[in-house]
């Protein structure tokens, strides 16, 4: 089992940073794949950036402005986002697939989660 827990959610003006926090606790952190998703209200959950030690990929919609990161030896995985717009406010989930270092990006490819921590971005 694996547990996650986000923080680091909030509210922020059209423009500005916020960072997000995942720590993971119940299996050695390295050999996960992390993974962030967002939902926003009336929306499917989708893909926003995924980690292994193979590399990383995002989403187009956050290319430039996102940054997913890991900390092994605090067993974190972060998503830095800066320039952020009104269409980024959602749900954020971390995610983790014990399965396999691959940096999937359907939801069906994690069988980790946590609870969400929610990001609103005012206009």
């Known amino acids: 089992q694996v547990q996650l827990v986000e923080s680091g959610g909030g509210l922020v003006q059209t423009g500005g940073s916020l960072r997000l926090s995942c720590v993971t606790s119940g299996r050695s952190f390295r050999s996960l794949a992390m993974a962030w998703f967002r939902q926003a209200p009336g929306k499917e959950r989708e893909f926003v950036a995924a980690?292994?030690?193979?590399?990383?990929t995002y989403t187009d919609s956050v290319k430039g402005r996102f940054t997913i990161s890991r900390d092994n030896t605090k067993s974190t995985v972060y998503l830095q986002m800066n320039s952020l717009k009104p269409e980024d406010t959602a749900v954020y989930y971390c995610?983790?697939?014990?399965?396999?270092?691959?940096?999937?990006?359907?939801?069906?490819?994690?069988?980790?989660w946590g609870q969400g921590t929610q990001v609103t971005v005012s206009s």
């Open positions: 980690s292994s030690f193979i590399g990383s």
């Open positions: 995610a983790a697939n014990s399965r396999n270092y691959r940096l999937d990006k359907l939801t069906t490819d994690y069988d980790y």
